[in-house]
């Protein structure tokens, strides 16, 4: 049997502002294990973004139970929460999130220099992630010399150059165009057959199509969770 990267036991989030108080998770329990492909959909509100920050690590719940990969995220303090987000999660933006002044290599290399990796291994690892996404040739480039599609796949490569239990993309093809999207949501699909656990933050059910397991959120908690048929 897999081991679990994500466990969440009736976990809750509440922000307060003042006499405010808003709800955005309500009693999610949840388990997601090693090499699964899972999108997580839901409409404007629905509790998405907050479920993204608290599996990666940005945020923590105000009541309930997280494990990610065994460890109680709960009883971390921020430098802790800092290095379980470098050493555990990949993240994959909307934006892209790439240093427009470095190169596609040093913008890959990033999570590593964070991480204290001496500046050749780095290099090392930076070029084997961006042959692994196909951009071996495009390594001396900067953002602004690249295609949408390329720029994901670059931010992709770093999701994947630390090694992590976990990658997480929120809305990945929401700035690209139908033919990039494709490319993108392929490469999720050779990372799910290679092992990878890819989790999917999207409102888009075409892209959400792509994934073994679609959960779906409203006001805050599942309404469905469902394995996609064979």
């Excluded at 998405?48 to 109680?72: A, N, Q, R, W, Y």
């Excluded at 071996?136 to 239990?165: C, K, N, W």
């Excluded at 033919?179 to 057959?193: G, K, M, N, S, Y």
């Amino acid at each position: 049997m897999s081991e679990p990267v994500i466990e969440l036991l009736e976990v809750s989030k509440t922000y307060r502002s003042g006499s405010l108080e808003v709800t955005a998770l309500r009693g999610v329990t949840l388990r997601i294990d090693e090499g699964e492909f899972v999108a997580i959909m839901g409409p404007s509100g629905s509790g998405k973004s907050t479920l993204m920050h608290i599996l990666g690590c940005l945020d923590v719940p105000t009541e309930g139970t997280f494990l990610l990969s065994g460890e109680d995220v709960m009883t971390m303090d921020e430098e802790e929460l800092a290095d379980a987000r470098n050493r555990r999660v990949g993240f994959v933006f909307q934006q892209f999130n790439l240093l427009p002044e470095l190169t596609a290599s040093r913008n890959v290399e990033l999570p590593l220099l964070y991480a204290g990796v001496p500046r050749e291994l780095r290099r090392e690892y930076a070029a084997r992630a961006l042959a692994r996404v196909g951009l071996a040739d495009r390594a001396a480039h900067r953002p602004g010399e690249l295609s949408g599609g390329q720029q994901q796949r670059v931010a992709v490569a770093r999701a994947l150059v630390g090694d992590p239990s976990l990658i997480l993309a929120d809305e990945p093809t929401g700035n690209l165009d139908s033919v990039a999207t494709d490319d993108i949501l392929d490469l999720f699909d050779e990372l799910h057959r290679a092992g990878r656990t890819v989790v999917l933050i999207t409102h888009e059910s075409e892209v959400a199509a792509r994934a073994q397991r679609v959960i779906r959120l409203r006001d805050g908690a599942i309404v469905d969770d469902a394995e996609r048929a064979a």
